[in-house]
Structure formats: C-alpha cells, structure tokens
C-alpha cells in the first residue's frame, strides 16, 4: 500500500532532525516505524510516496484508514505555506527560513514521545536512537518483515510499567530507567487521556506533564510541541538559546522562562515552528556563544 504526500518540506529534517527517533535511511529514502506500521518514504517528483511495508498484517484495518494514519502523522492537514508565510513576517527569522525551506512538525504518538524524550535528558541523537530502538526490541511486539529481519511496535504503557529498573538499565537508559518506570506506572494507574491534552490549556498541561518523573520543562514542551497539537510550545535546549541570544539580544544571556515569553510574544501560535528553524540553523551554524 502506498501513501502520497505532499513534497512541500524538507524529508530529512523532519524524519532525522531530532524530532523523532525512529527513522534510519535505507535506500533513497527513510525507514521506520510509527505505532504499528513500518513505512518506507522516499521522494519521486512532487509527492513523497509512503509505502505501508507491513499492510498484509494489518488486515483488521482498512486501506483508508491506515491512509488517514500516515497522514496525520505527516500532517497533512496543515497550512504549510501559511506557517512560513508568517514566520517571514519577522525580518530576522526571513532569511533562514529561506534558508532552509520547508520544516514540517510530526504529528507523534504522546506515549512513545514521553519515552524518547526521557530517553534524550543529557543525551544526544544517536545514542536516543539507540536506547529507543533497544526499548523497542526488548518490550515491543515483533512486525514481521521478511525471514532474515525484524522489526519491533513502540511498547505499550503497561509493558514498560510491568519491566522494572533492572531491565530498563540493561537497555542503557542509566538513570533514565526509574524515570521511565515510575512514569509508565503512573499513567497506567492513573489513565490519562492524551486527547483530552490536545485541547487543554497549555500551561495546564505543561504542569500535568511536569508533575511524571524525568519531566522538566524542556522535556514537557517538546511533548506538547511533537505529540499533543500545541504548535505554540517553545522547547528550549542549548541550540535554541544560543541562537536566540545571538539573533536577538546581541549575545547577551536570557533566562529560559524570558526566551519562552518573549517567543510566544514574537511568534505567538507559530512559536513551535520558528523554534524548529532556530534549532536547525543553529545546529548547521555551530553556534557556540550565548
């Protein structure tokens, strides 16, 4: 089964710009797997065609809804155009997103992007790919693919809140597993409704999410930015604060709740996009003042 997307962003920014962490190259394009289907995505003209690797073991569902699946997941129902449009508006913003063309926000799974992103606390992109691959395979179920590999679904909340520390440690998580573990078992016990999130007030779901353990408020902001709809969210690490310093403020430091306040000013409900193009700007440019 073959999915057709929109070409109207950048493929590799999106899938291994550290947004998510289960994408590998493989071929001319990318592989991985999102929930329960293993994709294979590459570009052909003016579409990216997305080819549902596993559908013959997904014959519980129909092709238009695994086709709805995929195109939530890129989001497809978004105004791209509109998005850069707006961010053009701020003269200093303008040039790099020319720069860079077109970014696009993964619509993920709240679940999986809590665990990666527990997973990425002082860690880098390889070794989260790393840590949430060996989750995957150790707690996940098997998407058989062909006789001499195998692929892995993302574990479910009460597969991990059933491992233990033990486990978890012997994946290479370190002092992310009692984090991973007591904050499966509390949203196992406690049942939260990831739907509901996507509709609330953000600062009240930012709290709620900060309340689990491992979650600070970079963590939560990408939650909120990657998996729960809220595009005004402004996850800050290092990258975007340098940036941000010395974009805007001349290199002079700025506290973080500062640089959160003076986005959401700046670029209100498109703050989590223009974030994305601090970030990757600031990662190509090697920015190390600020």
């Not at 073991?57 to 497809?76: C, N, P, T």
């Not at 926000?105 to 527990?118: A, G, T």
């Not at 491992?163 to 009692?178: C, I, K, Y």
């Not at 902001?221 to 402004?234: E, K, P, Q």
Request: include cysteine; charged fraction near 25%.
């Amino acid at each position: 089964m073959i999915v057709e997307i929109n070409a109207d962003f950048d493929l590799r920014l999106a899938l291994m710009g550290g947004q998510t962490f289960r994408w590998q190259p493989q071929g001319g394009g990318y592989r991985g797997v999102v929930g329960g289907l293993l994709l294979q995505v590459e570009h052909f003209r003016d579409v990216f065609e997305v080819q549902v690797l596993n559908a013959s073991h997904l014959s519980h569902l129909a092709e238009d809804e695994i086709g709805q699946y995929v195109e939530k997941y890129f989001r497809v129902d978004e105004d791209p155009e509109g998005v850069r449009s707006a961010l053009c508006k701020d003269p200093v913003l303008a040039p790099i997103v020319q720069e860079l063309g077109g970014i696009r926000i993964l619509r993920q799974d709240p679940w999986e992007c809590i665990v990666s992103y527990i997973c990425s606390i002082d860690s880098n992109i390889p070794k989260i790919r790393t840590n949430v691959a060996s989750i995957c395979r150790a707690l996940g179920e098997e998407i058989p693919v062909a006789a001499e590999w195998m692929e892995y679904s993302f574990p479910t909340i009460r597969a991990v809140a059933d491992s233990s520390e033990d486990l978890l440690r012997s994946m290479g998580v370190g002092f992310r597993a009692p984090y991973l573990l007591k904050t499966a078992q509390e949203l196992r016990d406690s049942k939260w409704n990831f739907m509901d999130m996507k509709n609330e007030n953000a600062a009240k779901v930012r709290s709620d999410l900060q309340s689990l353990p491992g979650i600070g408020p970079k963590v939560a902001d990408c939650i909120l930015l990657y998996s729960l709809d809220h595009l005004d969210a402004f996850p800050i690490d290092r990258w975007v604060r340098r940036t941000v310093s010395q974009l805007y403020f001349k290199g002079e430091e700025i506290r973080d709740k500062e640089i959160k306040e003076w986005a959401f000013t700046r670029f209100g409900f498109h703050s989590g996009y223009a974030q994305q193009y601090l970030f990757e700007w600031g990662r190509l440019q090697k920015i190390t003042s600020g």
